[in-house]
């Protein structure tokens, strides 16, 4: 597939209920979000088989709807919006030393597999 004929596909993730929630041995999502004045970051097991296999599902349809898809909340931290902002020089700090350390190419690759601007 060309880059003119790439599609931007997206998914609804959710997790579990923290109580219900079995452990995995790590996530592969990170979901952020505001709730209140709250910042909400919930770290998400989602299998990989099963986007796979959605994807295949996906590429047969013509104008497909956005499927959700179920993860296994692994863990969930809510922070004060008070105390996230604080943080915005620290992680200006790690991204400017991350982007020395990751290739650029590699970077902008990415931004534009997640951008939904196009």
Partial sequence: MSVSEQKILNFRVSGQAPVDAVP???SNFLAVSQVGTDVQFEFIFLD???VA???KQLKEVENPSIPEL???TVSKLVMPAANFVQ???HFENLFR???GV??????????????NLR
């Fill in 48 to 50: 990989l088989n099963l």
């Fill in 97 to 99: 030393t991350l982007e």
């Fill in 24 to 26: 995995a041995l790590y």
């Fill in 102 to 115: 990751v290739p650029k190419a590699t970077i902008e690759e990415k931004n534009d597999r997640a951008s």
């Fill in 53 to 55: 296999g959605v994807l």
């Fill in 70 to 72: 179920q993860g296994k």
């Fill in 87 to 89: 943080l915005r020089e």
